[in-house]
């Protein structure tokens, strides 16, 4: 299995497609078959929190897939790769700090009112 990548120009705006690929040999000859279409993004939404989301529908598709871990972790990495961007565990602990400071936040702001956290 590999990762297709295909580039799209469309309404002035260039957007990246993934589908998870297939190779193999039918009568000596190769063939390419798609397994699945793992997502799209447009270019300017790579860097934004609108990865975020491509990042959810990558998962949740892959989830639906019997992988091994590595296979897993292949697939993902080639796909960061592509994208020069965030992988999903990175969001992830992106998204935790980001919990942190608004619990902390919070918190200060109820001290600061004289409620007892």
Do not use: Y
């Not at 080639?78 to 992106?94: E, H, K, M, N």
Request: proline share 2%.
């Amino acid at each position: 299995m590999f990762v297709r990548t295909k580039q799209v120009m469309g309404k002035g705006e260039m957007s990246m497609h993934f589908a998870l690929m297939e190779a193999r040999r039918v009568n000596g000859q190769p063939r390419q078959r798609i397994i699945m279409h793992l997502g799209s993004i447009k270019s300017s939404e790579i860097g934004t929190g609108l990865i975020r989301g491509f990042w959810n529908v990558v998962g949740w598709k892959l989830d639906r897939r019997d992988l091994s871990d590595d296979q897993r972790q292949r697939i993902v990495d080639r796909i960061g790769t592509v994208l020069g961007a965030q992988g999903p565990s990175q969001l992830v602990d992106d998204r935790k700090v980001a919990h942190d400071e608004q619990k902390n936040t919070l918190a200060a702001c109820m001290r600061a009112v004289g409620v007892v956290t």
